[in-house]
C-alpha cells in the first residue's frame, strides 16, 4: 500500500522551516528554495502545498500566531485557577516579549512581517495584519472587566489602554532583540505602567508568577 502522508503535519514542517529561515536571514530574504532546502523537500513539494510565496509567508505567520497562543496558555495556567484581569493582561504582554528562542522568534519575524507589509500589497492585504486588532480587543475587554471589579484606576479608558500596551510591549522588545534593555528590565517598564492602571495590592488584581 502506498505510504500516507499527513498533509497537516507536512505543512506545518514547512512552515517551522520558513521561521528558522525567517530568524537567521530576515523575512524580507526568505524564498521558497530557501525553505525547501531548510524543510529537507523538494521545491515543488513546498509550491504544491502554498503555490505562492505569499500563501507561505501567511501560513508560517499564522502558526507564529498559534505558537504564542500556546506560550500565554501556559503562562495563564501558572498563575492558577483564577488569575484576574491583571495577570491575564500580563501575560499576554510578557509572552511577546523576547526572552528566550521562543519569544525572540515571535518578536523578530512579526515585526519582520510588520516592516514587509510596508511595501508589498499582497502582504499587507492578507487577513493575518488584523491580528494586532484582535490582541487589542482582548486587552480592552480585560481592562474592562478589571473597571467592573473596581480593580483599576478611576477615569481609566480600556480602549486607549490596551493601545499604549501593546504600543510599549512591541517597543520594549525592539529594545530587547537590539540590546538596548535587558528583558528584566522591560518586564520592570511593563509592571511599572500596569501598577498605574490597577489600584489594589497585586493579589486582589491577580498577577503571574515569572518563569
Do not use: C, W
Amino acid at each position: 500500500m502506498p505510504k500516507r502522508v499527513d498533509h497537516a503535519l507536512r505543512r506545518t514542517e514547512i512552515a517551522e522551516a520558513l521561521l528558522r529561515v525567517a530568524v537567521r536571514r530576515g523575512l524580507h530574504a526568505v524564498g521558497m528554495r530557501d525553505v525547501a532546502a531548510e524543510a529537507g523537500v523538494s521545491l515543488r513539494l513546498v509550491q504544491y502545498y502554498f503555490e505562492t510565496k505569499e500563501k507561505l509567508l501567511l501560513y508560517g505567520l499564522q502558526h507564529l500566531a498559534e505558537r504564542f497562543g500556546d506560550r500565554v496558555t501556559t503562562r495563564v495556567r501558572a498563575a492558577g485557577r483564577d488569575p484576574g484581569p491583571r495577570a491575564l493582561i500580563e501575560a499576554m504582554l510578557m509572552a511577546a516579549l523576547p526572552t528566550d528562542e521562543e519569544s525572540r522568534t515571535f518578536h523578530l519575524v512579526y515585526t519582520s512581517y510588520a516592516v514587509l507589509s510596508v511595501t508589498d500589497r499582497a502582504l499587507a492585504d492578507q487577513p493575518f495584519i488584523k491580528n494586532p486588532d484582535a490582541a487589542e480587543s482582548a486587552l480592552a475587554e480585560l481592562l474592562r472587566q478589571a473597571e467592573a471589579r473596581d480593580l483599576v484606576q478611576p477615569g481609566v479608558d480600556a480602549q486607549l489602554e490596551a493601545v499604549s500596551l501593546l504600543a510599549m510591549s512591541a517597543g520594549l522588545g525592539t529594545s530587547i532583540l537590539v540590546g538596548q534593555r535587558s528583558p528584566e528590565s522591560a518586564a520592570t517598564v511593563l509592571n511599572h505602567h500596569l501598577d498605574r492602571i490597577f489600584q489594589g495590592s497585586l493579589t486582589d488584581a491577580g498577577t503571574l508568577t515569572r518563569e
